[in-house]
């Protein structure tokens, strides 16, 4: 009989299993994502996808275990859609210190949030990693599906500028490789339309993060706005058309191999750890 591989899902095994792979090895990974709308083709979950599927690739890659996923972040921006729900930015921040709190307390060292919430959750998650590193002594890294591997992602993509967007070319690509169940790709808008208000999708180039390229400036996203702009395109921000299972797939796989660079590299690294109490 052929031994069935062992999960790298903590949920998935028991206390005293878990206890044995941490003494293999002392790096988790956290996947946190959000429950908002991503077009009529696509389901709600899709931000947790990414960071489901892109954790289940780099721990394969490194032999770390995997915290459950988080389904809620900070999705303020997509509430005028029915279904979207959320915490707050400072809820999130929370959650997340908590989480990993209780991650260093049984003997984790190394923690990497990994954000499928493209940008929106980068913030959040940040403050958080900022405020267990300085109070544990952990490492605690924030690795964001939509920056970390960039440039293998935009060499992927075939669609026109813009095609990562919402819901675009790389997001329902995704969905296609791994939750083809859950993508419908007639719902999909038919083709991206010639002019396109979303400032990242304006640039001479493809870019995830506007903040990141020349100068530029934050200004809060207005949900009733932001509905108003992307309803004639079901919420969608690009171009879906494009998108294929292979490329989801191999885009997963160039997450995953930069999240484990990063992790390679953390291991090196000599921690002093002050256990926190964990408090009712």
């Given at each position: 009989?052929?031994?069935?591989?062992?999960?790298?899902w903590?949920?998935e095994l028991?206390?005293r299993v878990v206890?044995?792979?941490i003494?293999r090895?002392?790096v988790?990974?956290?996947?946190?994502?959000?429950?908002?709308q991503h077009?009529?083709?696509a389901?709600?979950m899709?931000?947790?996808g990414?960071?489901?599927?892109?954790?289940?690739?780099?721990?394969t890659?490194?032999?770390?275990?995997i915290?459950?996923?988080?389904?809620?972040?900070?999705?303020?921006?997509?509430?005028a859609?029915?279904g979207?729900?959320?915490?707050?930015a400072?809820t999130?921040?929370q959650?997340?210190?908590?989480?990993?709190e209780?991650?260093?307390?049984h003997?984790?060292?190394r923690?990497v949030?990994?954000?499928?919430?493209r940008?929106?959750?980068?913030p959040?998650?940040?403050?958080?990693?900022?405020?267990?590193?300085?109070d544990t002594?952990?490492?605690?890294?924030?690795?964001?599906?939509?920056?970390?591997?960039r440039d293998?992602v935009f060499?992927?993509?075939e669609?026109p500028?813009?095609?990562l967007?919402?819901a675009g070319?790389s997001?329902?690509?995704?969905?296609?490789a791994f939750?083809?169940?859950l993508?419908?790709?007639?719902?999909a808008?038919?083709?991206r339309?010639?002019?396109?208000?979303h400032?990242?999708?304006?640039?001479?180039h493809?870019?995830?993060?506007?903040?990141?390229e020349g100068?530029?400036?934050?200004?809060?996203r207005?949900p009733a706005?932001?509905?108003?702009?992307?309803?004639?395109r079901?919420?969608?921000?690009g171009d879906?058309?494009?998108?294929?299972a292979e490329?989801?797939?191999?885009?997963?796989?160039?997450?995953?191999?930069?999240?484990?660079e990063?992790i390679d590299?953390?291991?090196?690294?000599k921690?002093?750890?002050?256990?926190p109490?964990?408090r009712v």
């Amino acid at each position: 009989m052929v031994e069935k591989p062992q999960s790298n899902w903590i949920h998935e095994l028991t206390w005293r299993v878990v206890e044995a792979r941490i003494k293999r090895s002392d790096v988790v990974l956290v996947p946190i994502g959000a429950t908002e709308q991503h077009g009529e083709h696509a389901a709600l979950m899709l931000d947790t996808g990414w960071a489901i599927q892109s954790s289940v690739a780099a721990a394969t890659m490194t032999d770390c275990l995997i915290a459950p996923p988080l389904h809620y972040g900070w999705s303020y921006g997509h509430m005028a859609f029915p279904g979207t729900v959320g915490f707050s930015a400072a809820t999130l921040t929370q959650v997340a210190v908590e989480i990993g709190e209780c991650l260093v307390r049984h003997g984790f060292k190394r923690i990497v949030f990994v954000n499928g919430n493209r940008q929106a959750n980068v913030p959040p998650l940040e403050i958080a990693a900022a405020k267990l590193q300085l109070d544990t002594g952990a490492f605690v890294a924030v690795a964001d599906c939509g920056l970390i591997a960039r440039d293998d992602v935009f060499k992927l993509a075939e669609g026109p500028t813009g095609t990562l967007g919402h819901a675009g070319e790389s997001e329902t690509s995704m969905m296609l490789a791994f939750y083809p169940e859950l993508v419908d790709m007639k719902l999909a808008p038919p083709d991206r339309p010639a002019g396109v208000s979303h400032p990242a999708l304006r640039q001479g180039h493809l870019t995830l993060d506007p903040r990141l390229e020349g100068n530029s400036w934050f200004v809060p996203r207005d949900p009733a706005e932001f509905y108003q702009q992307t309803i004639e395109r079901g919420g969608v921000v690009g171009d879906a058309q494009p998108a294929t299972a292979e490329k989801g797939a191999q885009m997963v796989r160039a997450i995953g191999r930069r999240i484990a660079e990063g992790i390679d590299a953390a291991r090196s690294k000599k921690l002093t750890i002050r256990i926190p109490d964990i408090r009712v």
